[in-house]
């Protein structure tokens, strides 16, 4: 056979030409987001189906660990006793970080639990991920709600800082969807993911100022209890929150530039966020065509 037929026929055939899967991004943003948005919608509803209270039962879980912790931290043990609207304070912890635990722990499973989707069906695979995080939005939008109830019910009035919550929802959302990337695809090769991020999310709960104020260490004549502040809040989860509370609650509360020691700091915790969706992506849209082969 002469070197023209040969490579003719490889030609038609295809030989020697790299086939890829599906990717992480498809051809179309639209339809990414189509997909991401009845992926996510079909689940939310899923959850409650059969259900007597349905979505009463979202909202009661939060109140619930709310009412606990209350309980112990500020009856008991007096955390927060001279800390303005307390209460309203720590719902909204529990709240963000519900949905922080529900965003990123869905994602880890998410491509393995659509296995049959994924390996029957040339979709863009971002969809995935991207309705877990959806889904844990649309319930925390019904668990905001109390927040609201309470702060107001507690003397709280409607401030300008509650326009700069969907801004901080969105960098907590992105965070959420930078780690959620990198946890599914992760996964899919190796499942010893999943114990390790409960016990990540289990120390960031302790490690973040959930149900104590980061106040309590802000105080200037403790030597050392500054400087951990300052650390905690490099955490982008923990300055977004503490941020939410300056901007939402009341302005008593230390800032998020206050909290880290300075506002060029700030950059620290942006800079981790922008990180956790940069590898995110990557290592999600490498592993995205081979994900149907792995499952």
Request: net charge neutral; hydrophobic share 55%.
């Amino acid at each position: 056979m002469s070197v023209s037929v040969a490579a003719e026929l490889a030609r038609i055939e295809g030989v020697g030409t790299e086939v890829r899967g599906p990717t992480a991004l498809g051809s179309s943003p639209k339809r990414l987001w189509t997909l991401a948005w009845a992926l996510a919608v079909t689940d939310f509803r899923l959850r409650f189906f059969g259900s007597v209270l349905g979505y009463l039962w979202q909202l009661m879980r939060p109140l619930m660990l709310f009412g606990v912790l209350y309980a112990v931290f500020s009856l008991f043990l007096d955390v927060g006793e001279d800390v303005a609207y307390y209460p309203v304070a720590l719902l909204l912890g529990i709240v963000l970080y519900s949905f922080f635990n529900e965003a990123t722990s869905s994602s880890v499973r998410s491509l393995v639990m659509r296995e049959n989707l994924v390996r029957k069906i040339d979709f863009p695979r971002l969809a995935v991920p991207l309705a877990s995080v959806l889904t844990a939005l649309f319930n925390l939008a019904l668990n905001l709600v109390p927040v609201f109830v309470f702060l107001l019910a507690s003397g709280g009035r409607p401030r300008l800082g509650w326009l700069a919550l969907p801004f901080l929802l969105g960098l907590l959302a992105l965070f959420a969807l930078g780690l959620g990337m990198l946890l599914s695809a992760l996964f899919v090769r190796f499942r010893d993911v999943e114990p390790i991020w409960d016990v990540v999310l289990q120390i960031t709960f302790y490690a973040t100022p959930i149900f104590y104020p980061i106040e309590l260490l802000l105080d200037p004549d403790q030597k050392d209890l500054p400087t951990v502040a300052h650390l905690i809040m490099c955490n982008p989860f923990a300055a977004i929150l503490q941020a939410a509370r300056h901007l939402v609650i009341d302005p008593s509360y230390a800032s998020a530039a206050e909290a880290i020691g300075g506002t060029a700091l700030l950059l620290v915790p942006l800079g981790l966020l922008a990180l956790a969706v940069y590898v995110g992506f990557r290592v999600f849209a490498r592993e995205a065509p081979r994900v149907a082969e792995e499952l």
